[in-house]
């Protein structure tokens, strides 16, 4: 009986530093991730996940136009965003 307890304890060990090292952070970063994308506002530059660098000129539920030179919009999923410039890189 006391294999199993010493056995039961090493797994619950071994489960709350997988919380902490692994499942927590990436919980954390995802609600930073959530936030920066629902804090995007018309006008805010933008870096996609291509590179590519560009300013919001409309946003719909789920895409956004981004014009990424002079008379050049593309629509792009928010998802695509990979970071605004300056807010936390």
């Not at 995802?30 to 919001?56: F, P, W, Y």
Request: hydrophobic share 45%; aromatic share 8%; proline share 2%.
């Amino acid at each position: 009986m006391e294999q199993w307890a010493g056995t039961i304890f090493y797994m619950a060990v071994f489960l709350a530093i997988l919380y902490f090292l692994m499942i927590r952070p990436q919980q954390k970063q995802q609600k930073r991730r959530q936030e920066m994308l629902n804090s995007l506002k018309v006008d805010d530059r933008v870096v996609l996940a291509g590179g590519i660098h560009g300013r919001i000129t409309k946003i719909k539920d789920r895409t956004m136009m981004v014009r990424i030179a002079d008379k050049v919009e593309v629509e792009v999923d928010k998802a695509g965003v990979a970071y605004v410039p300056g807010q936390g890189e």
